[in-house]
């Protein structure tokens, strides 16, 4: 599967954005972040039906992930962005999810990113 992420852009802290992943196929789908000199993180998954979900406990109650399988696309609404929120997001996919959607070996297919950076 091709993945494709688009969405970000800079903003200013408070503020929000929607970042989309255009994801074609029955795949559970993470989205995770890697900021400048860090480790890739994640921050929320979504199975294919999306009847599971989860979030790293940075974002909750801030992003909410949802997905629209007829359009081939899962969303990353982010609120109340915040400094730290600054980094490279990528979104990645798998058909089965073994272990933890935060696990990032569980994903075979990945997008290339996109920038979301949040000024103080």
């Known amino acids: 599967v091709q993945l494709q992420a688009s969405g970000g852009g800079l903003v200013q802290a408070g503020d929000s954005l929607r970042l989309s992943c255009l994801a074609s196929?029955?795949?559970?789908v993470g989205w995770f972040r890697q900021a400048p000199g860090k480790e890739r993180e994640f921050v929320a998954g979504?199975?294919?039906?999306?009847?599971?979900?989860y979030y790293a406990d940075s974002v909750k109650g801030r992003f909410t992930i949802s997905r629209d399988n007829a359009k081939n696309t899962v969303y990353l609404q982010m609120n109340s962005l915040k400094p730290e929120d600054t980094a490279v997001y990528y979104c990645?996919?798998?058909?089965?999810?073994?272990?933890?959607?935060?696990?990032?070996?569980?994903?075979?297919?990945w997008g290339q990113g996109t920038l979301v950076t949040v000024s103080s």
């Open positions: 990645a996919a798998d058909e089965i999810i073994s272990t933890s959607y935060s696990n990032s070996q569980e994903y075979t297919n």
């Open positions: 979504i199975s294919w039906k999306g009847g599971e979900i």
């Open positions: 196929g029955r795949y559970a």
